[in-house]
């Protein structure tokens, strides 16, 4: 069974910066595409980075290209999200996701299954 859980979350002061962690069970990173995600005002969760399974590499969305990095450790199945310089609008739920698919620019786009984490808060005071 695959579970993603997601860890990390908290508050802190916009300017501050935040670690998340996504730790599979059940499949292994890097034979597949991951995207982090947090809500939006729409049907549709907001995109915020793709890395591809096939080259490692990631895009990121323009809203927090430069502040957000993604990496991984292959020895602990773990996924980071490294948040810098957060601003109070960066509050939102944040969620990772994996599976076979590719990446559409900084979105997720699964082809045959996809497995989601629950989802870790982040909250920027101003």
């Known amino acids: 069974q695959v579970q993603l859980v997601e860890s990390g979350g908290g508050l802190v002061q916009a300017g501050g910066s935040l670690r998340l962690s996504c730790t599979a069970s059940?499949?292994?990173?890097?034979?597949?595409?991951v995207g982090w995600f947090r809500e939006a005002a729409g049907p549709e969760r907001e995109s915020i980075s793709c890395t591809s399974s096939n080259d490692g590499g990631t895009v990121y969305a323009d809203s927090v290209k430069g502040r957000f990095t993604v990496s991984r450790d292959n020895a602990k199945n773990t996924v980071y999200l490294q948040m810098n310089n957060l601003k109070p609008e960066d509050t939102n739920v944040y969620y990772c996701?994996?599976?076979?698919?590719?990446?559409?620019?900084?979105?997720?786009?699964?082809?045959?299954?996809?497995?989601w984490g629950k989802g870790t808060l982040v909250t920027v005071s101003s």
């Open positions: 996701a994996a599976g076979v698919g590719y990446c559409l620019g900084p979105a997720f786009r699964p082809l045959r299954g996809d497995y």
């Open positions: 059940g499949l292994t990173f890097d034979r597949y595409a």
